[in-house]
């Protein structure tokens, strides 16, 4: 059975040693945001400083030989319940000290995105905090990255998923 999947993120060269940061992804009918790290071996984050409504399902960012990474559950919309909200915006900041993302419904989008000068300081607690430090070296395991926007169907491996 094939299932619309759908992601927006980053990678970088000879995956996973480049890193990748899903910063939206989703399949089928999934109502809620999952923001996922893949590495090599040898990155483990915490995600203190996230909202409370965010939960880590693996510190190991090389999870199933980081096909499923560090993951986080988190409350943000995806798909429809994104599209009924009237969308938004997610936001994604990386830095030697970790990777953060935040998203800000259409009516809450701050001024200085509107204005083209982000100013993260004043946003807020990220939506997801991936701390870098003495479990993960974020300049080692993130390098290098492209974006990419993918609207395709997974096939098996997300059958399970409704």
Known sequence: MLTPCSFIGMFGPDWPRGGEIDIIEGVNQQSNNAITLHTSSGCDINTWGSMSTTSLHSSN?????????????????????????????????????????????RDQIPDNIKSGNPDTWSWGPPLTTFNGGSGCNIDSFFRDQNIIFNITFCGDVSSSSS
């Open 61 to 105: 960012c090389n999870s199933g030989n980081a096909f499923e990474g560090c993951s986080t559950a988190t409350q943000a919309p995806f798909g429809d319940s994104f599209n009924a909200g009237g969308g938004g915006v997610y936001a994604m900041q990386w830095e030697s000290s970790g990777i953060y993302v935040w998203f800000f419904p």
